[in-house]
């Protein structure tokens, strides 16, 4: 028998599919946004944007930016009992509301 592939996308149809009216790449604001620090935001996952983009499992999840890294931020979200820094691109991200 073949091993079964455990990529970083496996498990992702439902959860990276974009409706047929969504598809493509958003607008250049999404990419545009700025955070301060200190500042809750959601990652959502952009699946037309590949640079940047965070593991399907804190897709959902929300944080506080700590920082910047050149284009990318520093979020900070807590794993269970563990802290954890992501480093994601601001088209993955959305102010809490």
């Known amino acids: 028998m073949v091993k079964r592939s455990k990529g970083i996308r496996s498990k992702s149809r439902q959860i990276l ?3 047929p009216r969504n598809r493509g790449i958003k ?3 999404r ?4 955070f301060k620090e200190g500042e809750s935001v959601n990652i959502v ?3 037309a944007m590949h640079k940047g983009m965070p593991h399907i499992r804190f897709h959902g999840h929300t944080g506080k930016v700590e920082g910047k890294q050149g284009e990318s931020y520093l ?3 807590n794993d269970g009992k563990k802290h ?4 994601i691109r601001p088209e ?4 809490v509301k």
């Open 75 to 77: 979020v900070g979200i």
């Open 84 to 87: 954890k820094t992501l480093i």
């Open 27 to 29: 607008s250049i604001t």
């Open 92 to 95: 993955h991200l959305r102010r």
């Open 31 to 34: 990419a545009l946004q700025e």
């Open 45 to 47: 996952i952009d699946s």
């Open 17 to 19: 599919r974009k409706k």
